[in-house]
């Protein structure tokens, strides 16, 4: 299958632009939409996100990575392969955290050209295209790049800010819960939230942090907008006090 990420939003051709070349390249493969309003610009966010969803997809899956505010300038194009799973898109630090914890990871600078190439929509005319043909077992990764070294951005193994919120005014951090004891509380906006196990375990209109589904220290109120309630947006920071665990494994 085909996975799309990117910031694109709703909003505008892009998304349908972005479809329409997968379409014409790879016609019989599922196209999956994760997430196109990962907040924009915001590649090292992103990136934190995109780990703690990948792994959702099984092996054999192809990522077109788009959050890309440098395209048209000097950053190279890449193919991620890592444990089984492809991501094409910019090297600009999107797929580091995917490539920090796989097993196995190889990268690959794209050379492959297309007869038409954008200075600014490189999601269409490079990253589909190149993730079509390799959906489709039409080209490999060492036929359409260089291989280069895998160099991990000097990020931390967790990142201690909100990189999202839901229309429920959850705000998802990049800390993953596993890194944390239970009796760790996070700070956010000079308020004290402990930890709860899901929304039904805390009184209406309170807030909380929990593991969320994928993995993450998530922020929430019990039918309410943590969000609201602090006014929290991508990029706030937060803070861990308590007992906390260190991370197992690469970050």
């Not at 990136?47 to 300038?73: H, I, Q, R």
């Not at 194009?77 to 094409?88: E, K, N, P, Q």
């Not at 995917?98 to 490079?126: C, K, M, N, Y």
Request: net charge negative; proline share 6%.
């Amino acid at each position: 299958m085909l996975v799309l990420f990117t910031d694109f939003g709703w909003r505008g051709p892009y998304v349908g632009l972005l479809k329409q070349v997968l379409a014409r390249y790879a016609p019989q493969v599922p196209v999956i939409d994760l997430w196109h309003d990962v907040p924009v610009f915001d590649a090292q966010g992103a990136a934190y996100l995109l780990a703690a969803y990948a792994g959702e997809f099984p092996a054999g899956s192809v990522f077109v990575g788009v959050v890309d505010p440098g395209v048209g300038g000097g950053r190279a194009a890449m193919i991620l392969r890592a444990d089984g799973r492809l991501f094409v898109g910019p090297d600009n630090g999107l797929f580091d955290r995917v490539a920090v914890r796989a097993h196995e990871a190889a990268i690959w600078h794209i050379t492959w050209q297309p007869v038409r190439l954008s200075a600014s929509f490189h999601g269409r005319d490079l990253f589909a295209p190149v993730a079509a043909m390799l959906a489709v077992g039409k080209a490999t990764p060492e036929q359409l790049g260089m291989a280069a070294p895998l160099v991990a951005r000097d990020w931390p193994a967790d990142l201690a800010r909100i990189i999202y919120v839901d229309r429920y005014g959850n705000a998802i951090t990049g800390i993953r819960a596993a890194s944390l004891e239970d009796n760790a509380a996070i700070g956010v906006q000079g308020q004290t939230l402990r930890r709860a196990r899901t929304f039904a375990d805390v009184p209406l209109g309170q807030v909380f942090w929990y593991e969320n589904s994928s993995g993450l220290v998530e922020l929430a109120c019990n039918q309410g907008s943590a969000a609201a309630r602090f006014d929290l947006k991508p990029g706030d920071g937060v803070t861990v006090s308590g007992e906390t665990l260190a991370v197992i494994g690469p970050g």
